[in-house]
Each structure stands twice: as C-alpha cells, then as structure tokens.
T-cell receptor, first 117, second 110 residues
C-alpha cells in the first residue's frame, strides 16, 4: 500500500499559460502533502507543505501567488503553476504522509516533468 | 544552505567494485532516510535508521547511522549496473519536514 500518483507525468506548455498538476494518494488518506521541485542532477527542494482544508505553508523564496496549492480532500492536492515561464521548467514531485504513520514517513509520487517553451 | 552534506557528489565505478556514500550534518536527527532515484521518477525509500550506531543491511547495501545521530553512510558491495542512480539522504531535524542532502550520482559501468 501507500501509493501516490501524479498527473500528468509530462506537460509542455507555452510561456504565460497556467498548468495544474495533481497529486493523489491512491490507497490511503494523506494528512499532509508536500510539493518539491528538482532541477537536473540536483536534490529535491521543498516548495510547500499542504494540509487538507487549510492554506499551504510555503518555503522561503517560493512565490505563493505563482505556485497555487489546493488540498481539497485527504487524497488530493493540486499545484498550479500560474503564468509559467521557461525558468519554471523543472521536475515537480509530491509526497504524502499517511494518517497515523508518523510525519517523517513520506510516500513519493513519480513526478511531473514540466517544460515551458 | 542544506543541513545535510553528501559526498561525493558524483561517483563512477566499474561493476564489481565497492562504494561508499557519506551524509554528514552538524544537526542531530531523530531519524535519517536513504532514497534512490532513477531519472524521470520519484525517489524510492531504501531504509530508515533511527538508533544511534544502528547498522542495517539490505542485500548488498549496508547503512550506518552515527552514534551521535548526525551522520550516516551507505556502502554498496560488488556494485552492479542496476545500482546506478541518484542516492539521497534525508533527515527530520525538528519539525515534520524532510531535509534532503544534495545527492550522490552513482554510475556503475558494466
């Protein structure tokens, strides 16, 4: 168990458009979901933490108006990259913590490759 | 600034050789995790170490957690091409957020 999916797996968009990425916990309820960003050959950088039914907490330097996060249910969180630009091209990965499993057990999604032309 | 320093950043070895990746910090962690990530995929958890001085083995992989819970190492014996990937250590320093190291790219040549 503890499977996390992301959709889409890849997306290419034009500069100025908005892109929505979904993160779902398929077989468990996720208390908290995290959004990370990863550049080629680099580590994961935490962007924000999202709890169901409340506003996301953004890390320093991450623009909350540009990266909109909605955590509408215990199994779904969405990240919307608004007015995307080429520098937003990256690999976006979500993770989820399982309700009752302890907050340091995160289950990662397969990632979404965003390319902004 | 990352709390966890990983070394080396890149490692390229021949099949059959051994390798060690290090993860160091000045902070104490309640637990430390090692992940392996392949290109275009999310990281996959290999192991979680919790107790200072703990040693865990996973087939040819040996993980150690330092006595002071500030550092860890991953040792691979007789590496195989299938071990190629990005190895990441991650710890929980205080709150619930994982702090990742910069990663070590391991390439095992056949």
């Amino acid at each position: 168990g503890a499977v996390v999916s992301q959709h889409p797996s890849r997306v290419i968009c034009k500069s100025g458009t908005s892109v929505k990425i979904e993160c779902r916990s398929l077989d468990f309820q996720a208390t908290t979901m995290f959004w990370y960003r990863q550049f080629p050959k680099q580590s994961l950088m935490l962007m924000a933490t999202s709890n169901e039914g409340s506003k996301a907490t953004y890390e320093q330097g991450v623009e909350k108006d540009k990266f909109l996060i909605n955590h509408a249910s215990l199994t779904l969180s969405t990240l919307t990259v608004t007015s995307a630009h080429p520098e937003d091209s990256s690999f976006y990965i979500c993770s989820a913590t399982r309700h009752g499993a302890g907050t340091d057990t995160q289950y990662f999604g397969p990632g979404t490759r965003l390319t902004v032309l | 600034t990352q709390l966890l320093e990983q070394s080396p950043q890149f490692l390229s070895i021949q099949e059959g050789e051994n390798l060690t990746v290090y993860c160091n910090s000045s902070s104490v962690f309640s637990s430390l995790q090692w992940y392996r990530q392949e290109p275009g995929e999310g990281p996959v958890l290999l192991v979680t170490v919790v107790t200072g001085g703990e040693v865990k083995k996973l087939k040819r992989l040996t993980f150690q957690f330092g006595d002071a819970r500030k550092d860890s190492s991953l040792h691979i014996t007789a590496a195989q091409p299938g071990d190629t990937g990005l190895y990441l250590c991650a710890g929980v320093p205080n709150d619930y957020k994982l702090s990742f190291g910069a990663g070590t790219t391991v390439t095992v040549r056949a």
